[in-house]
């Protein structure tokens, strides 16, 4: 595992990006340049093929732009990126943080949006299920695939390296947050920022960005498969039911203590130091820019519209495409 050693700030500096250039700046302006092409560029592909439209948002404005960063600023990427190999050992932490953290998720998720539905809020239907095994085998190579790839090269294997002089708590929650945002959604705003939290700490436990890239194909697969379920089976609820979601409280205990499992794991197997050594701040210095107010600006009107658009109140049915 490669410590980097504190520059004269007394921060943590990575001797392998240029002092000055690469860090918190650029990356928010990498940031910023995927995020508006992806509103203007990447929701237009994606409404004119799903599955096609998906791949080529994922390597052409996701992929693409983090590959042109590392070459730009001459970064190792085994060392930055940490696009080194996975020991087998973690394997079994990752799936089981994988598996605990999407049944975690999934009943918090429908917690919220069933209580927006007592209120008239109709979820949007931002990924249509796929319908046919050939179609959910499309979103598996789609939704897992690619996206467990591009968006951890860019968001683990980049910007959160680029963060890292700040210290690494920091870089944790800042990149994650600016994953969530990414992601257009209010309604998922905290479990997508979770995910982020987790895939990090497991790319830095483990010291492979493959780590990461597993935990969010798994996540995804998970994902993919109970939109098949869900359109084969038709098990969407037309209501929300008060007492059913009860009574799955028991899973969201389980998942609950899976996550702490997984962690407990994870950390056991690691070389790394804990985590909260490292802290500095929850957030690295300078954080707040302009390209974080634009982004932000551009998520609340997502937001806005996605609230706007569940409870009637417009009809722009459509619009919001998600990374």
Not at 122 to 144: C, D, F, H, M, N
Not at 150 to 159: A, K, M, P, V, Y
Not at 164 to 178: D, H, K, T, W, Y
Not at 251 to 270: E, P, T
């Amino acid at each position: 595992m490669t410590n980097w050693k504190p520059d004269k700030s007394g921060l943590p500096h990575n001797p392998l990006l240029p002092k000055g250039k690469a860090g918190l700046q650029s990356a928010m302006l990498l940031y910023l340049f995927v995020f508006v092409a992806l509103l203007l560029i990447g929701s237009y592909l994606q409404a004119l093929h799903f599955e096609y439209g998906m791949i080529a948002t994922q390597v052409l404005i996701i992929l693409l732009p983090a590959i042109v960063y590392w070459r730009r600023f001459a970064v190792d990427q085994v060392v930055f990126a940490r696009l080194k190999p996975l020991p087998l050992k973690f394997v079994p932490a990752i799936v089981i943080l994988s598996a605990s953290m999407w049944l975690a998720n999934v009943f918090m998720a429908a917690g919220l949006v069933g209580g927006l539905m007592e209120l008239g809020f109709q979820p949007l239907v931002i990924i249509e299920p796929p319908a046919t095994w050939q179609e959910y085998l499309g979103y598996l190579v789609v939704l897992s695939v690619f996206a467990g790839i591009c968006e951890e090269i860019l968001f683990r294997g980049t910007i959160m390296p680029a963060l890292e002089r700040q210290g690494l708590v920091p870089a944790i929650i800042f990149s994650s947050l600016l994953f969530a945002l990414l992601h257009g959604s209010l309604l998922s705003l905290f479990s997508t920022f979770s995910l982020g939290v987790i895939m990090a700490v497991i790319v830095i436990k483990t010291g492979s960005l493959w780590g990461g890239i597993l935990y969010h194909m798994l996540n995804n697969f998970f994902a993919a498969t109970y939109l098949f379920w869900v359109g084969r089976m038709d098990a969407a609820p037309a209501r929300f039911e008060p007492q059913i979601y009860l009574a799955l409280i028991p899973f969201f205990a389980v998942g609950l203590a899976g996550v702490l499992i997984g962690l407990r794991m994870l950390h056991k197997n690691s070389d790394q130091a804990p985590l909260l050594s490292s802290r500095r701040a929850w957030l690295p210095a300078g954080w707040l820019s302009w390209p974080l107010y634009v982004s932000l600006l551009l998520f609340m009107i997502i937001a806005a519209m996605e609230i706007a658009i569940g409870f009637g109140w417009v009809d722009l049915s459509g619009v919001l495409v998600h990374p």
